[in-house]
């Protein structure tokens, strides 16, 4: 990731950022790959993420068929990756001790949130002091986060015949307080 740091025209890439909310919440910005195990860290284990990629890859490709025949029954927009990571046991449990390791690491930044893409499972979720934001992305849950002008952040899903569960930010006791 550190090779793609740098500036291309107006727009800068960084390892990592802090952005101060309207509501003066400091959010830490980071892709998150740098807390994956399989991906970096001692003990790589790069024919597990290469076989990963690969069928990570293979379902995606299924993809375009699936809703080419689901568009002909009438049926909206479904994602077969998005579901294979929601349903899979060790996915899921992967993925709960991503968030709480992001949202740890967060902490030695004394940040009150921390935002990263890295697994692409979109998410709003408090561990302890640190809310962790997860936008999703564009090719299989079709979300975005966005802040309100009242400093919320809140998860938008572009998928509109799928119901989904709104995602806000958790409340916070200094909202209150005027800081």
């Known amino acids: 990731m550190t090779s793609f740091c740098g500036v291309y025209g107006n727009i800068e890439i960084k390892e990592n950022a802090l952005h101060v909310t309207a509501s003066g919440e400091r959010v830490l910005i980071i892709h998150g790959h740098e807390l994956d195990v399989v991906v970096s860290g001692s003990g790589r284990m790069k024919w597990l993420a290469f076989a990963g990629d690969v069928g990570y890859q293979f379902l995606l490709s ?7 025949v689901r568009r002909r029954f009438g049926m909206g927009y479904w994602s077969l990756t998005a579901y294979a ?5 060790d996915a899921v449990s992967f993925i709960g001790k991503f968030e709480a ?5 967060a902490e030695r ?10 697994i692409h499972s979109a998410a709003i979720r408090e561990f302890g002091t640190v809310v962790y934001y997860n936008c999703g992305d564009w090719v299989e ?9 009242d ?3 809140n998860m938008v899903n572009f ?3 799928v119901q989904r569960p709104q995602m806000r930010s958790p409340q916070r006791e200094l909202m209150g307080s005027g800081v």
């Open 151 to 153: 400093g919320w952040i």
């Open 85 to 89: 990571k929601r349903t899979v046991k």
């Open 141 to 149: 849950s079709c979300t975005a986060l966005i802040e309100e002008s």
């Open 159 to 161: 998928l509109p015949r």
């Open 62 to 68: 299924l993809n375009p068929l699936i809703n080419f």
């Open 109 to 118: 930044y004394r940040v009150d949130a921390v935002l990263c893409g890295h």
């Open 101 to 105: 390791a992001v949202a740890h690491y």
